[in-house]
Structure formats: structure tokens, C-alpha cells
């Protein structure tokens, strides 16, 4: 890969901490485990924030994105929403182990979920500038692949230097669980430390640009005009539908994998982070090595495969009674994460025009997040009104299924 290539790249390894240590397997389980009242209100509140922030990135990453196209300050962009979601996830660190900050929690990861979303429409925009349509494939799942590494490391570092230790490093106080709260901290500066490459080597191209007014006016218009263009579109508009249903529930599942696992099968914050690593580790084998024949066998076919492949894991997963089996169908489940989304992040990217490609991006991200609000609200009813997490947890796999099911009337495009 080219130097512009692996600086894109190491953007995904700085802003996996956030999903692998914030939404999934630390900060998730801290407010089900330590703050909530209990894991079964823990997991409903949680469902309801993620919910929120899935409609508030709807409402604004495709006018955002296009007016960045419009404005020529997609780099520009990037850093501001980079910034503000390091800010929010450094302010979890004050969320003390007590309901009475439950609310503060939800406030706080919900800024920072929606900063981190927003922020990722931009980056993704950038593909098409490091690598050549032939080549997308394997750039971007490379860079998936580099993501999860970048998510294990920083996991690991918080299991080795903020988790384990007893008494805490660092003067640490474990009964208020700073040596849990501190790694909110740590992905906050994973987020800066690592995130600025990608600044420095993609500039945004030179010129005169228009002021933030117009570029929100042409931006608007040129959202308007894109969602207009889309009944002549027919491959792309029932790729964003797919999109829309299969991303639901891969969301989903990220978000409430780590819940699931502490409330059903009782694992310690430890032994989630173990997990964690692990399927960092099988997650990122998958999007590798799935990068390196992407290209030949197609975007489509790859998402397509992947995802019948996390429908199948993923029901046994849940009929799972013990936690081997769980670990086993789990790791096995992890391979085809990476897949699923690398591919579709390089589908799409074929498909955008050079000059519109944030504003694509934008639909991208409205696609796989207009209904977001829709898979955490359904898992958070379910398993209000059954008070069972493994039910909560099936509404996943219903919207695999419709994603899947439109997706397979989708044309390969080369």
C-alpha cells in the first residue's frame, strides 16, 4: 500500500478503541453492571441512548457530508468530529458507579457515539483518494483488518494496565471504580495519538472555497438532488435499503454483545475483556484475510456471505446453554464482522462519483443509520416485555435476514 493508503489506514487502527472499549466491551458493561439499577433496566436504558444517537446521526451525517463535498473541508471536518468525540468519551470518566449517574453516562456516550459516527462519513469519503477502483477491496479491509488490531491493543492495555492490577496502578481507586472509568481516558488519547496521520497526508484539495453559508446551501441541494436520483438508481437504492437493515443489526449486535454475555452466561468485566481480545483477534483474521480476494469474488458476494454466515453462527449463539459454546460459535461469529462491513464500505465506494463522494458517504452512513434507532428500540422492547436477554438479543438476527434477502437483488457491479 502507498504511505497516503496506510495513514488512511491507521485512522481505522485509532477509532476502533471507541466501538471495541466504549460500546461493547468495557464501558457497555460498566453501566449495565455498575450503574444502572440492574442489567435488565441497564440493557433497556442502554438500547434507548443507542436509539437516540442512531437517529440524530440520520439527521445529520448526509447534510454534513454533502456540504463538506460542497466546501471542500472534508479534512477539516474529520478533525473537528475526532476532537469533540475524544472530548465526550474523556468525560465518561466522571460517570461514578451509582444510578444517580446513569443519565450523565447515557449523555456522555451518546455525544460521543454520534461525533464518532459522523466523523467516520468523512473518513470513509476518503477511500476512493488512496486506492484505485481495482484496489478498494483490498484497502479497505485492510484497513477493517488494522481497525481491529488497533481495538485490541488498546483493549489490552486496558485489561493488562487498568483492569487486572490489584490494588490498582496509578493510585487508582477500585471501589469507585476509577480503574474502569480511566479507560475512557485511555481511548480519548488513542483517539488523538493515533488520528492525525490521516490529516497530514490527505489535504483537502487547494483552491478557493466558499464560505460555510453557501457550501451548507449547495450541500443541501445536493443531498436533495442525490435522493432524487435514487428511483434512477435502482442497484444503489436497494443497496442502501440492505444496508439499511443488515447495519441495524451488526450495530446491534456490537453494542449489546458484551451486556448479553455479563447478564446471561455472569462474566466479570475480566473475563469480557478476555472475550474482547479475542474476538478482536479472530475479527481482524476474517477482515485481512477476506480483503485479499474481495476484489475477485466481488462486494456484493462477499457482504452476501458474511452474512449468512453471522444468521447461522448467530441463532446458535443464542440456543448456546453453556459459556464454551458461547466462546466457541462467538470467536467463530468474529470472522465475518470485518467482511460484512469492509466490503460494503468498498461497494459503496465504487459507486460514488469522485466529486459527491461525502455526500454518498452521507447516505452511507443515513442508510445504516436512518432506522438505527430501530434495532436497539426492538431489542430494548423485547426484553423489557419478556425480561429476557437471550429473546432481546434474537430481534438481531431479523434484520440480518431482511438485509440479506434485499440484498441478494442487488447487481454486482466490478
Same mark, same amino acid.
Given at each position: 500500500m502507498t504511505r497516503k493508503a496506510w495513514a488512511w489506514a491507521l485512522y481505522d487502527w485509532a477509532n476502533s478503541s471507541f466501538p471495541t472499549v466504549i460500546s461493547t466491551f468495557v464501558i457497555a458493561a460498566y453501566f449495565t453492571s455498575g450503574i444502572a439499577a440492574d442489567q435488565v433496566t441497564g440493557q433497556a436504558q442502554w438500547g434507548w441512548m443507542q436509539s437516540a444517537a442512531g437517529l440524530a446521526v440520520a439527521l445529520l451525517s448526509p447534510v454534513l457530508g454533502a456540504v463538506a463535498d460542497a466546501g471542500g473541508r472534508r479534512r477539516l471536518m474529520l478533525g473537528?468530529?475526532?476532537?469533540?468525540?475524544?472530548?465526550?468519551?474523556?468525560?465518561?470518566?466522571?460517570?461514578?458507579?451509582?444510578?444517580?449517574?446513569?443519565?450523565y453516562a447515557l449523555v456522555c456516550v451518546? @455525544?460521543?457515539?454520534?461525533?464518532?459516527?459522523?466523523?467516520?462519513?468523512?473518513?470513509?469519503?476518503? !477511500? &476512493?483518494?488512496? +486506492?484505485? $477502483?481495482?484496489?478498494?477491496?483490498?484497502?479497505?479491509?485492510?484497513?477493517?483488518?488494522?481497525?481491529?488490531?488497533?481495538?485490541?491493543?488498546?483493549?489490552?492495555?486496558?485489561?493488562?494496565?487498568?483492569?487486572?492490577?490489584?490494588?490498582?496502578?496509578?493510585?487508582?481507586?477500585?471501589?469507585?471504580?476509577?480503574?474502569?472509568?480511566?479507560?475512557?481516558? @485511555?481511548?480519548?488519547?488513542?483517539?488523538?495519538?493515533?488520528?492525525?496521520?490521516?490529516?497530514?497526508? !490527505? &489535504?483537502?484539495? +487547494?483552491? $478557493?472555497?466558499?464560505?460555510?453559508?453557501?457550501?451548507?446551501?449547495?450541500?443541501?441541494?445536493?443531498?436533495?438532488?442525490?435522493?432524487r436520483t435514487l428511483p434512477r438508481n435502482p442497484d444503489l437504492a436497494r443497496f442502501l435499503l440492505a444496508r439499511l437493515f443488515y447495519t441495524d443489526g451488526l450495530n446491534t449486535l456490537f453494542a449489546f454483545g458484551a451486556i448479553y454475555a455479563a447478564g446471561v452466561f455472569g462474566m466479570g468485566l475480566d473475563r469480557i475483556l478476555i472475550f474482547g481480545i479475542a474476538m478482536n483477534v479472530t475479527a481482524g483474521l476474517g477482515a485481512a484475510g477476506f480483503a485479499m480476494i474481495e476484489d475477485r469474488v466481488g462486494s456484493r458476494r462477499m457482504v452476501l456471505g458474511a452474512l449468512m454466515a453471522l444468521v447461522v453462527l448467530g441463532a446458535g449463539l443464542l440456543l448456546a446453554q453453556t459459556e464454551m459454546w458461547f466462546w466457541i460459535l462467538a470467536l467463530s461469529l468474529g470472522l465475518f464482522f470485518g467482511p460484512a462491513q469492509a466490503?460494503?464500505?468498498?461497494?459503496?465506494?465504487?459507486?460514488?462519483?469522485?466529486?459527491?463522494?461525502?455526500?454518498?458517504?452521507?447516505?452511507?452512513?443515513?442508510?445504516?443509520?436512518?432506522?438505527?434507532?430501530?434495532?436497539?428500540?426492538?431489542l430494548a422492547a423485547v426484553t423489557t416485555a419478556t425480561g429476557s436477554q437471550r429473546l432481546g438479543m434474537a430481534t438481531v438476527l431479523v434484520f440480518l435476514v431482511i438485509g440479506a434477502a434485499i440484498l441478494v437483488t442487488v447487481k454486482e457491479r466490478r
Open positions: 473537528i468530529f475526532t476532537l469533540l468525540t475524544a472530548i465526550s468519551t474523556g468525560m465518561i470518566w466522571f460517570a461514578q458507579p451509582s444510578p444517580d449517574w446513569a443519565l451518546g @455525544l460521543a457515539t454520534v461525533c464518532f459516527e459522523i466523523g467516520t462519513v468523512f473518513y470513509n469519503s476518503m !477511500l &476512493p483518494g488512496v +486506492a484505485p $477502483p481495482g484496489r478498494l477491496g483490498r484497502v479497505s479491509g485492510l484497513g477493517w483488518g488494522l481497525g481491529y488490531a488497533g481495538g485490541l491493543a488498546c483493549l489490552a492495555i486496558s485489561l493488562v494496565l487498568l483492569i487486572q492490577p490489584n490494588p490498582a496502578l496509578f493510585g487508582l481507586d477500585r471501589e469507585a471504580a476509577e480503574h474502569v472509568r480511566a479507560t475512557a481516558l @485511555l481511548v480519548a488519547f488513542w483517539l488523538l495519538a493515533f488520528g492525525w496521520p490521516v490529516l497530514v497526508a !490527505l &489535504p483537502d484539495p +487547494a483552491g $478557493p472555497r466558499p464560505s460555510w453559508a453557501e457550501a451548507a446551501s449547495r450541500g443541501l441541494g445536493e443531498i436533495a438532488a442525490l435522493i466490503a460494503s464500505r468498498s461497494f459503496m465506494a465504487r459507486l460514488a462519483p469522485p466529486d459527491e463522494v461525502s455526500a454518498h458517504f452521507g447516505l452511507f452512513a443515513l442508510s445504516g443509520r436512518i432506522t438505527g434507532f430501530l434495532g436497539p428500540a426492538a
